[in-house]
């Protein structure tokens, strides 16, 4: 029996030769953020200044005595001011701080922007209000005009034309009966021919009337008068 290497061959890693050049320079990293790279300077100076350890003390207290030491050490503000102030703290604490400082101006732009959004977020609610209530009123008065509108036009609306219609040939035709029987009663008398003449002409023309109210009642009906159906 073979051994694995007699019957594979040894794997030769390549590389595509369109992919890779060996000449060509790898690319740069990403550049760091403002707050990265001021983290990164802040713990790299850190690192270069190192702790002194517990055995340090500030300058200003290297010629006191052990009473005004151990006052000092019984106060603890008094030790924090001297830790924390510039005149007497150690320099790794002030370069310790420099990425808290550069975070804390940070975040005090982004409040001053945040205020600044504020109030044009406020200006512009107050103004969307305005123009809300405004429009809200010409709604109304536009309502109010459609209803002055509306009734202004009813006496012209169709069924209002066509009920017209109706009550004008209904009324023609009572008119046409009053002369007929006025004609027909009469005082007892003999009629002379001006009286005749002038009740034929006021009966034709009131039968002119009729009939041209009837017909348009009648075209009406049949659907015959565009635009109103």
């Not at 040894?10 to 000449?23: E, K, L, T, V």
């Not at 151990?70 to 007497?88: E, G, Y």
Request: charged share 25%.
């Amino acid at each position: 029996m073979s051994s694995p290497s007699a019957a594979y061959p040894p794997y030769q890693p390549h590389r595509n030769s369109q992919s890779f050049d060996a000449n060509t320079p790898p690319a740069p990293p990403p550049k760091p953020s403002s707050q990265e790279q001021a983290r990164f300077d802040g713990v790299t100076y850190a690192q270069q200044i190192q702790d002194p350890g517990e055995q340090w003390l500030p300058k200003i207290l290297e010629d006191k005595s052990k009473q005004d030491l151990a006052d000092v050490l019984a106060n603890p503000d008094l030790l924090a001011s001297l830790a924390h102030s510039s005149s007497t703290a150690h320099p790794s604490i002030a370069s310790s701080q420099e990425p808290l400082q550069a975070a804390l101006k940070e975040n005090i732009a982004l409040a001053s922007h945040l205020n600044e959004l504020e109030a044009r977020l406020t200006h512009l609610r107050s103004s969307t209000q305005a123009q809300l209530l405004s429009t809200h009123a010409l709604e109304r008065q536009w309502r109010q005009k459609q209803s002055d509108m509306d009734r202004a036009l009813a006496p012209f609306s169709p069924s209002s034309l066509y009920q017209r219609l109706s009550q004008g040939v209904q009324e023609q035709e009572m008119v046409c009966r009053a002369l007929e029987e006025s004609f027909l009663e009469g005082d007892g008398g003999t009629a002379t021919e001006r009286e005749v003449v002038e009740w034929v002409r006021r009966y034709r023309e009131a039968k002119k009337i009729y009939y041209s109210r009837r017909e348009r009642k009648e075209r009406w009906d049949e659907g015959r008068v565009g635009g109103w159906r």
